[in-house]
T-cell receptor
Framework: KQEVTQIPAALSVPEGENLVLNCSFT??????LQWFRQDPGKGLTSLLL?????REQTSGRLNASLDKSSGRSTLYIAASQPGDSATYLC???????????FGTGTRLQVFP | GAVVSQHPSRVICKSGTSVKIECRSL??????MFWYRQFPKQSLMLMAT?????????EQGVEKDKFLINHASLTLSTLTVTSAHPEDSSFYIC???????????FGQGTRLTVV
């Protein structure tokens, strides 16, 4: 059974810092991995999608890497801003099941 | 773009009544939609996979007679919480994939409170 874990569970940093959020999964047979952002009481916004054949994806200040063999992904946020404050979720798609299995989330707070 | 609209965003109902939540893909067709439940400060738990024109596939532990799912068209799936009880109070979120696509797009979520 696929299990997805995110570390740290919570993170509070001053504005301007570069951040690394970690995601690990137990079954490396994934089709893709997706990073999401969730604001309190809201739905999810897709940030980055990495296919299993890819090593990384970039969008603006965000960079996500994937090491499928070791079951790890990282989300790198450069020059963090207060507007980045949210919960960040990673989710893996097991391919043959077509389901997204979500991690436990990292609650990020960036203070001015 | 790929927009998924979920309605209502917030609903309060009395115990014993039923509540219907709609999930629409506004600018794409979605053969498959997914329904999730999220408890406060916890991650999303998949409840069921909804396939257009066929019965939904429920995850282990989810009562199919309590959480009725209908996916009658390529742009609409509904989740009906029947005979709702306070323990059903939660945040329900749907997602959809474009037919043939792999990226998931999510609705805004529905906050259900059963009193």
């Amino acid at each position: 059974k696929q299990e997805v874990t995110q570390i740290p569970a919570a993170l509070s940093v001053p504005e301007g810092e570069n951040l690394v959020l970690n995601c690990s999964f137990t079954d490396s047979a994934i089709y893709n991995l997706q990073w999401f952002r969730q604001d309190p009481g809201k739905g999810l916004t897709s940030l980055l999608l990495i296919q299993s054949s890819q090593r990384e994806q970039t969008s603006g200040r965000l960079n996500a890497s994937l090491d499928k063999s070791s079951g790890r992904s990282t989300l790198y946020i450069a020059a963090s801003q207060p507007g980045d404050s949210a919960t960040y979720l990673c989710a893996v798609n097991g391919g043959n099941t077509d389901k997204l299995i979500f991690g436990t989330g990292t609650r990020l707070q960036v203070f001015p | 773009g790929a927009v998924v609209s979920q309605h209502p965003s917030r609903v309060i109902c009395k115990s014993g009544t039923s509540v219907k939540i709609e999930c629409r893909s506004l600018d794409f067709q979605a053969t498959t939609m997914f329904w999730y439940r999220q408890f406060p400060k916890q991650s999303l738990m998949l409840m069921a996979t909804s396939n257009e024109g066929s019965k939904a596939t429920y995850e282990q532990g989810v009562e199919k007679d309590k959480f009725l799912i209908n996916h009658a068209s390529l742009t609409l799936s509904t989740l009906t919480v029947t005979s709702a009880h306070p323990e059903d109070s939660s945040f329900y979120i749907c997602s959809a994939r474009k037919t043939g696509g792999k990226e998931a797009f999510f609705g805004q979520g529905t906050r259900l409170t059963v009193v």
